[in-house]
């Protein structure tokens, strides 16, 4: 069973400690899904310049965490970009928008694909491929149609949105 969610990072919070991330994730992040929290934040966002994380589960193993805190948005597409490599191609890759992270999904089976996160860690993993993709695909949807309502005007992600659909029809 996946989880995902995504953190906007607080702005008038600088990280210089990346070890206190996990443990006091609520005092750098906002939840996408807390509305209230995250319209408090409006006039301190930088919408070029995004800070925020993603985090990516399954049955509690931790495959993304808040260490990997980057340029969420533009983190999101490049995820839709490798779901759309995968899905065409059956292997996609990308790195991080600010970070030497490389994200890298393959195939290996109709029903299974290998993840591998290379950062710090390097952790590599058999997963569901259906699941996987149906969850970043949600995330991300919830991700863009969240920023879209609570920030009319001032951000603008219909490419995107647009894209998710498209993806959704692909598998």
């Not at 969420?72 to 759309?84: K, P, R, T």
Request: with cysteine; hydrophobic share 40%.
């Amino acid at each position: 069973m996946f989880y995902v969610n995504t953190l906007i990072s607080r702005p008038d919070r600088k990280i210089s400690d990346l070890s206190l991330l996990k443990s006091n994730t609520q005092d750098y992040f906002v939840q996408i899904n807390n509305t209230h929290e995250v319209l408090n934040l409006e006039n301190l966002l930088d919408f070029d310049y995004l800070n925020g994380a993603i985090t990516l589960e399954y049955c509690e193993q931790t495959l993304l965490d808040v260490t990997l805190w980057d340029l969420v948005d533009q983190l999101w597409g490049y995820i839709l970009n490798v779901i759309e490599s995968l899905l065409n191609t059956g292997e996609g890759e990308s790195y991080f928008p600010d970070q030497p992270v490389k994200l890298y999904l393959k195939s290996i089976s109709g029903d299974l694909v290998l993840y591998e996160i290379e950062a710090n860690d390097h952790i590599k993993v058999v997963l569901p491929k259906k699941e996987l993709i149906e969850t970043l695909l949600d995330g991300a949807d919830e991700f863009f149609k969240n920023m879209e309502t609570y920030f009319k005007g001032k951000c603008n992600y219909q490419y995107e949105i647009n894209k998710i659909a498209t993806l959704r029809t692909s598998f």
